[in-house]
């Protein structure tokens, strides 16, 4: 390189350096260019904040540490901590007549569709429509266990937060959640594929003793039920067939009002969520230590029946593997099937207690299953129960009807007493009891063959609202012969909608105007000393359509059915089988015959006789006085 191209780099080198010295910022302003770009930097961290929120893509780990998270689920679910998060899975199991939808999150089932069944669903113009029938589908539904786990917030771990592990195989779905360590806790369901709404069921603790305090000996199962509405009647379904039912190892019980049970007297074998045609069990195979129930109904308004609780104390022995086996039931309250599992399931049935439940197990519910099997149509099955109902009872009825022919007989004779009598009810039935005894009449002769009967009345009472063979079973005009026969719905009428009046029932205004023609043909010939009497005996049957308007329209279709069968009993034997000249006969010659009054005839006589003389004195004392003030003004007048 030649001499003045060297000096000519140098100058502009030196030329270069004199600039940069003179033109560079002082320290005040790097520091507001440093102000600057930080201010830029965040504005631009802020902005891509905002989109990530605006965009709903943020969750917990983009904004919270993750070490603070893991150390506030740490102090929430201890050793469980690694399962209070998760993802949400659903896995169904099914057979010929269930599907069960599980949530893996609690290992609890989601909902329950029975495949055979429909409920009804009343739309706003008070028609109703039928829907696919699901139990345990409400989201307010619980089935958890408390875990009792040492420095953790609550000090226990409610497994319907924990997020579960479920494996398939076959019939069998398996949950799992880990507490670290080899320890877990599984909950095993395996559904039948055979025609069957039993479910086997175990729970199995793995591990555990280390983690739950040595001082527990129970491990509580909470379990709540919301209990839909799947009938017609809510209102009835609520109040009459709702409740918890459960057993102890020697007796069954209930609670069907709003009321808390302590189920500690005995262990319990399993506790049953029942309405009036379904019922959702638990049973233990070994008992539960003890439990507490209870059932809370709802408002009107209210979506839902009842809420059914229980808490139930499952023993912890603490061994390092310990499975706790049970099975659960959800489906129909039918009494074969409920029966064939041997442990009085049966009973969640409200066939009624004592002789009546006794009647409707075992008389009247083997004998409709019996024609059931033959005939098709739960109306004509209704009828033929009747007939023979009516049949095995007529002897009972033929005694009524042969006493009331004798007090007919007797008629005119009372009416000549009447007429002698006048308005003293107290003489009149002095001659009428002497008449009875001289004729040997008992005038309770045809109300004890009825009170014979009313064993069966009150099972039967009973028996059509609680059968689910009745379940939405039409005839005629009927499309559900468990709930009321509705003709005419009218709506809310504000007098009405007290007593739940907003429909008419036809089979129950044909029980009132055949039970009014039977009374009427009954009394005519009767002879009454209160005129009211008479009346009252009609009256009472058009009160009782407020009563029978929203039973269950296959009892009163019975009512009528039974109406029809005593009339026509009535008329063929009064007029074709009862010789009325021969009951005459009869009555003359045991006047005729020497009498023997009983104790209690005597007395009662000797009652009445002294109260004839009382009510005469007081006569005579008040004519008396009447007497004497009389004379007293016109003495004053003088």
């Not at 961290?45 to 605006?54: A, E, S, Y």
């Not at 739309?123 to 040492?150: G, H, N, R, S």
């Not at 594929?193 to 129970?218: A, H």
Request: charged content about 25%; glycine content about 6%.
């Amino acid at each position: 390189m030649e001499k003045n191209q060297i000096i000519g780099f140098g100058l502009i080198f030196l030329l270069l350096i004199g600039y940069s010295y003179l033109t560079k910022p002082t320290e005040a302003e790097l520091q507001q260019m440093q102000a600057r770009q930080d201010s830029i930097d965040l504005s631009k961290q802020i902005d891509t904040t905002n989109k990530i929120v605006q965009n709903d893509t943020i969750d917990l780990d983009k904004v919270m540490n993750d070490t603070l998270i893991k150390a506030a689920l740490s102090k929430d679910f201890g050793v469980f901590s690694g399962a209070a998060s998760g993802t949400e899975k659903d896995i169904v199991l099914e057979n010929e007549v269930m599907k069960i939808t599980f949530n893996s999150k609690g290992a609890n089932i989601k909902e329950v569709l029975l495949k055979e069944y429909e409920k009804f669903v009343q739309q706003e113009d008070k028609t109703f429509t039928k829907v696919p029938l699901k139990l345990l589908e409400d989201e307010k539904d619980k089935f958890e266990y408390v875990i009792p786990v040492a420095n953790t917030t609550k000090g226990t771990v409610k497994t319907s937060d924990l997020y579960f592990e479920p494996s398939i195989k076959g019939k069998t779905v398996t949950f799992t959640v880990s507490a670290g360590d080899g320890r877990y806790i599984e909950q095993k369901y395996t559904l039948p594929t055979k025609d069957n709404y039993f479910l086997d069921y175990d729970i199995s603790f793995v591990g555990m003793d280390k983690v739950i305090p040595d001082n527990v000996k129970n491990i509580q199962l909470n379990w709540e039920n919301n209990l839909d509405k799947l009938e017609k009647n809510a209102q009835y379904e609520r109040t009459q067939y709702s409740g918890v039912h459960y057993r102890y190892a020697e007796e069954s019980a209930s609670c069907i009002g709003n009321d808390t049970k302590e189920l500690t007297k005995h262990p319990v074998q399993w506790v049953s969520s029942a309405q009036q045609f379904f019922n959702t069990s638990i049973i233990a195979k070994n008992n539960f230590s003890s439990a507490t129930i209870g059932s809370v109904p709802m408002e009107e308004e209210d979506p839902n029946l009842k809420k059914n609780e229980a808490q139930i104390q499952i023993p912890f022995n603490h061994g390092s593997n310990e499975t706790f086996p049970m099975q659960l039931y959800i489906g129909p309250n039918d009494f074969n099937r409920l029966r064939a599992a041997d442990m009085q399931l049966e009973d969640v049935i409200e066939f009624g207690w004592g002789i009546f439940g006794t009647i409707n197990r075992w008389i009247i519910r083997p004998v409709f299953n019996a024609l059931s099997g033959v005939i098709g149509s739960a109306g004509i099955v209704i009828f033929l129960l009747t007939l023979a109902i009516k049949l095995v009872l007529y002897p009972l009825t033929y005694k009524m009807l042969y006493s009331q022919e004798k007090m007919a007989a007797l008629k005119p004779q009372l009416e000549k007493i009447k007429e002698k009598t006048g308005d003293d009810t107290q003489a009149y039935s002095v001659e009428q009891m002497n008449l009875y005894r001289e004729t040997g009449v008992n005038p309770l002769g045809g109300c004890f063959p009825m009170v014979l009967q009313m064993p069966i009345w009150f099972a039967l009472y009973r028996f059509f609202p609680a059968s689910i063979d009745f379940r939405q079973e039409g005839f005629l005009w009927a499309d559900d012969l468990s709930s009321y026969d509705s003709i005419w719905t009218f709506g809310d009428v504000p007098i009405l909608s007290l007593i739940q009046f907003d429909h008419i029932s036809l089979f129950t205004l044909l029980w009132a105007g055949t039970t009014i023609l039977y009374t009427y043909y009954n009394t005519k010939h009767m002879t009454m000393p209160n005129p009211m009497m008479k009346y009252i005996q009609y009256f009472m049957p058009l009160m009782f359509i407020f009563f029978f308007n929203s039973f269950a329209s296959g009892l009163t279709c019975y009512l009528f059915f039974s109406n029809l069968m005593n009339i026509t009993q009535t008329l063929v034997t009064k007029n074709f089988i009862i010789d009325k000249k021969k009951i005459e006969q009869q009555l003359e010659e045991n006047r005729k015959k020497p009498k023997k009054q009983s104790k209690f005839q005597a007395k009662l006589q000797e009652a009445m006789k002294q109260q004839q003389d009382l009510k005469k004195q007081e006569a005579a004392a008040k004519g008396k006085k009447t007497i004497e003030k009389r004379n007293n003004r016109r003495s004053n007048k003088k």
